[in-house]
């Protein structure tokens, strides 16, 4: 089965560009969750959605950040314009309704220069 | 959600059984376990989770104490693959759907 899939795998690009990270969740999961991982803040939620609708976006750092989910198969993540401080690896994940775990995808790299 | 206490690091010889511990005394009646693996520049793997009962996949066992404060994941025959860090995870079934990945332990197969 397919699990989560994420575009690009790496990104590096000059510091002010737009940055777009892209996600297509597992079929039939109706949550997706946006995840930033730095070596100094370990894993961080940044935002979720349920059935496409953003439920919890507390987590993203700034308005720089923004997410959508235009339909149940795909999710993007947007940092415009984009910081050396954005480095990170970002995932994606997708769970099921109820105590379903969630399933992450590999990541994005993103490099800010 | 209730935090959660594991060693560092670990080490074990492949081929044996490895046990990982997992401290979470302030858990709730409502709140599961998870446990989860990240090998090197992968994203984390979801391994197995339960509420109360013992539970057993492909992957692993997990051990849950009578009082829930406790738990343990059993990689039962462990290969120089399962060199990961493992994290245990507790996490209420509704309403919050943060997961809140700790330090983990490191696990180390040795050849």
């Known amino acids: 089965d397919a699990g989560v899939i994420q575009s690009p795998r790496h990104e590096v690009t000059e510091m002010g560009q737009e940055v777009t990270l892209r996600c297509k969740p597992i079929?039939?999961?109706?949550?997706l969750f946006w995840y930033r991982q730095t070596m100094m803040r370990g894993l961080e939620l940044l935002i979720y959605?349920?059935?496409?609708?953003?439920?919890?976006d507390s987590g993203m750092p700034e308005d720089r950040f923004s997410a959508k989910m235009p339909n149940a198969s795909f999710s993007t993540l947007k940092i415009q314009p984009s910081e050396p401080r954005d480095s990170a690896v970002y995932f994606c994940?997708?769970?099921?309704?109820?105590?379903?775990?969630?399933?992450f995808g590999d990541g994005t790299r993103l490099s800010i220069l | 959600d209730a935090k959660t206490t594991q060693p560092p690091s670990m080490d074990c010889a492949e081929g044996r059984a490895a046990n990982l511990p997992c401290n979470h005394s302030?858990?709730?009646?409502?709140?599961?376990v998870y446990w989860y693996r990240q090998i090197h520049s992968q994203g984390p793997q979801y391994i197995i989770h339960?509420?109360?009962n013992n539970e057993t996949n492909e992957m692993a066992s997990l051990i849950i104490t009578e009082d829930r404060k406790s738990s343990t994941l059993i990689l039962p025959h462990a290969t120089l693959r399962d060199t990961a860090v493992y994290y245990c995870?507790?996490?209420?079934?509704?309403?919050?759907?943060?997961?809140?990945f700790g330090t983990g332990t490191r696990l180390t197969i040795i050849p």
């Open positions: 994940a997708s769970r099921a309704g109820g105590n379903q775990p969630q399933h």
């Open positions: 079929s039939g999961h109706d949550y």
């Open positions: 959605f349920n059935n496409n609708v953003p439920i919890d």
């Open positions: 302030t858990i709730s009646g409502n709140e599961y």
């Open positions: 339960g509420l109360k």
């Open positions: 995870i507790v996490r209420g079934n509704f309403g919050n759907e943060k997961l809140t």
